[in-house]
């Protein structure tokens, strides 16, 4: 765990190997906010990345929830995505289960055109795969909307596990 006065103090380089990943296979968000440091505290880090999304174009918005996995998936995933998802027991899937997230991923990115994103710590299958049905039924804005939030959460909990407070 850092500091945020560390991660202050961290070389570009450094910030970039351990910071850029929070954001899946984005690390332009932290390209964004590494020459606002210092930063006061890890909200203050948390915050400007936030705007950095927040204020980017609607492409690059759009790249970034495409550069999330799908839940449940069997292919190779980043570290974080990873623990996180064998932590809510999406690496415990049966035949059935893996088939029916599968079925629910290919009717969302056909609905959306991008994978359904979701902070699962704290969740589990059962309350994840209910969330992915009813958000099917969301409009495309509202979706965008709630994805770009569930991307903030995911986030969140990296820079938790990451930067002491």
Request: aromatic share 10%; proline share 3%.
């Amino acid at each position: 765990m850092f500091s945020i006065q560390e991660v202050n103090n961290m070389s570009q380089v450094e910030f970039m190997r351990i910071i850029g990943p929070v954001f899946e296979h984005s690390p332009w968000v932290a390209e964004n906010v590494i020459n606002l440091r210092p930063f006061v505290h890890l909200e203050d880090m948390f915050g400007k990345m936030v705007v950095g999304v927040t204020e980017a174009s609607y492409e690059k918005q759009l790249a970034l929830l495409n550069a999330h996995p799908d839940l449940g998936t069997r292919i190779q995933l980043s570290k974080d995505s990873e623990k996180e998802q064998i932590n809510a027991g999406l690496s415990e899937l049966s035949e059935e289960e893996y088939i029916e997230f599968s079925l629910l991923n290919k009717k969302y990115v056909e609905k959306f055109g991008f994978p359904f994103i979701m902070a699962v710590k704290g969740q589990n299958k059962e309350t994840i795969k209910a969330c992915m049905k009813d958000r099917i039924n969301f409009s495309y804005e509202e979706e965008i909307e709630t994805a770009l939030i569930q991307v903030y959460k995911i986030v969140k909990f990296r820079l938790d596990d990451l930067i002491s407070t």
